[in-house]
């Protein structure tokens, strides 16, 4: 982290919140951001003149700021943040990589906060609960923080305890992040091809979901019910009768960081097995489950002494339907094909793709990043050279990956990262194969009737195709009844004219502008005064400036022509 957290940043840790304060904090955070995304675009703010270094630098260094200013906002933003890590399809690549490095670690509440707390929600004092409790948390963060205690049972567990007032500071929050949501949906400019109201419902969702811990326990359960047939994963169980919306109590459970690599070497283990195991109990969770841990980082996995997956924090989960297994598997299909058409379809069926008038620049982008990605064997392929291409081409296009997407290639990317770390050699495409080879092999039967297989496959398409043809003219009819179908020629020559004249124009409206300024400060010098004919002048002298600019453009378009 470049920077820590100072008392300003800290103030948000409290009970009683001020709304005008938190307003005018939030507004402000946005209106700077407007002005900087509005700055990026001038050519005149750049030293220099402006280069395509110059601005990777510069949208490099937004990133970073917009990440310390959500950390200083506090909890809300911090989720908020982690979020939009996910939505590479809105944001620059640069955003995207500084917000999934937003990691909430905060400074603790204390002691007698967590006293208060506890009573409250479980009915009973500390000592009526637990045999002993340790007022040093083990980790803090931004939605709670963890103590170690042991039950009168004798049994060794952690405490997590919501922050105090954190559901307050949410409705004060997510109430101005629906104004700004608003905003930006009527912008000319932003609002444009998003759906940001909707982007704040799923926020809104995910955020009240993660601050419930009873639904934390249920997923806890659930998870450790899905993997009670693997020694090799361990899963936390849940104290229920010591758990509430705001605490948690969960078995105690240590381990080794799996990302402190040379302490897993020092306690025996075998890295290479490790970096294996990590991948493989994340695709069982996928395929096999369709339920996921959403937020894979190395602080949420840790090695036990005989070599198990700990898996913690289970706030965050991911969940896959069947159907939409089964469009993945449609599009994972059309890539191994290299069919862009197939693959765009199939995006739209999943909603990671909205429909558009013209498609051909979509399709076209799809089927460049199929010819370039398919030249290497599925086992060589890098998860994260595949998502930031594919982040690449999503972003300002009409690509809506949903979020459980991101969630999953996200996760791929990291784990790919800890495995390599663990393993030099380690590859997550290699060790995905089989899995992938075995759905593939589910869905269209044997390998050694393929050949059969891919035959039908197409017949039945070419039936499809046959079949649906009389509808699909049928439409294209109704759409030209209606007046729906478009035709759109461009005729460049035609543009450049227009825009030049369009310029002429300009340069004449200025000319007289300045022409009636320069009379009127001349006039006002003559009758003496004086100030109200310097800024005059100075009027003139701005608009003059701008005038000479739209000569050089227009100069140097000539030369071009």
């Known amino acids: 982290m470049e920077k820590g957290y100072s008392d300003k940043a800290y103030r948000w840790n409290r009970e009683n919140y001020s709304r005008r304060r938190r307003f005018l904090d939030i507004w402000s955070f946005v209106l700077t951001l407007m002005f900087k995304l509005w700055r990026y675009n001038k050519s005149w703010s750049y030293p220099g003149g402006v280069t395509e270094a110059k601005q ?10 917009i990440r310390n200013t959500l950390l200083d906002l506090g909890p809300t933003f911090i989720k908020v ?7 590479a399809d809105i944001f620059p690549g640069e955003y995207v990589e500084e917000l999934a490095k937003l990691q909430d670690k905060v400074p603790a509440f204390s002691y007698d906060q967590v006293e208060v707390i506890i009573e409250q929600e479980l009915g009973k004092t ?41 559901k307050k500071l949410f409705e004060i ?15 000319p400019k932003w609002g444009r091809g998003r759906d940001w109201i909707g982007i704040y419902e799923e926020c809104c969702r995910i955020l009240w979901e993660e601050i419930d811990y009873l639904n934390e326990g249920r997923n806890a359960d659930t998870f450790r019910r899905n993997f009670r047939t693997f020694d090799w994963v361990k899963v936390p169980r849940v ?11 969960l078995e105690y459970v ?6 402190q690599y040379e302490a897993i070497e020092a306690a025996g283990l075998d890295r290479k097995i490790i970096a294996r195991q990590g991948a493989q109990a994340y695709l069982l969770q996928l395929l096999n489950d369709g339920f996921f841990h959403a937020d894979p980082h190395p602080g949420n996995i840790a090695v036990s002494p005989n070599g198990a997956l700990i898996f913690y924090d289970f706030g965050m989960m991911g969940r896959i339907k069947t159907n939409v297994r089964e469009g993945l598997m449609e599009t994972l299909f059309g890539i191994a094909s290299k069919d862009g058409t197939r693959v765009v379809q199939s995006l739209i069926d999943l909603g990671a793709l909205a429909p558009v008038d013209d498609m051909g620049p979509v399709r076209r982008s799809v089927q460049f990043m199929l010819d370039n990605f398919m030249d290497k064997p599925f086992e060589n392929q890098s998860v994260a050279a595949i998502s930031d291409d594919l982040y690449e081409i999503a972003y300002d296009q009409p690509f809506r990956f949903p979020a459980t997407f991101t969630f999953v290639m996200r996760a791929f990317s990291t784990l790919e990262g800890v495995g390599k770390g663990l393993d030099p ?17 589910n869905m269209n039967g044997s390998e050694s009737n393929s050949f059969l297989n891919e035959l039908s496959r197409q017949a039945v398409q070419v039936s499809n195709t046959a079949l649906g043809l009389p509808r699909r003219l049928e439409d294209t009819l109704e759409k030209l009844e209606r007046g729906d179908v478009r035709v759109r020629v461009r005729s460049l020559e035609t543009e450049r004219l227009l825009r030049r004249q369009s310029n002429i124009q300009l340069g004449m409206t200025y000319a007289v502008i300045v022409s009636g300024f320069t009379l009127s400060a001349t006039i006002l010098l003559v009758k003496e005064y004086i100030w109200l004919a310097m800024l005059t002048a100075f009027i003139a002298v701005a ?14 378009y000539d030369r071009m022509t």
Do not use: C
Not at 239 to 249: K, P, Q
């Open 173 to 187: 929050d997510l109430q101005i992040l629906k104004g700004i949501a608003r905003y930006f949906q009527n912008h």
């Open 425 to 441: 050699e380690f590859n997550f495409m290699e060790v995905a194969k089989p899995y992938a080879m075995q759905l593939m092999t």
């Open 56 to 65: 990777a630098a510069r949208r490099k260094a937004q990133a970073v700021w």
């Open 239 to 249: 104290y229920w009768r010591y758990t509430s919306s705001r605490v948690v109590t």
């Open 543 to 556: 608009v003059s400036g701008l005038l000479i600019r739209l000569l050089m453009r227009l100069d140097r």
């Open 254 to 259: 240590p381990g080794i960081k799996i990302s």
């Open 126 to 166: 500390i000592p009526q609960l637990y045999q002993s409790f340790e007022p040093i948390p083990l980790a803090a963060a931004s939605l709670g923080q963890v103590h170690k205690a042991v039950l009168h049972s004798g049994e060794a567990v952690v405490v997590k305890v919501q922050r105090p007032g954190l």
């Open 81 to 87: 943040g982690q979020l939009f890590s996910t939505r």
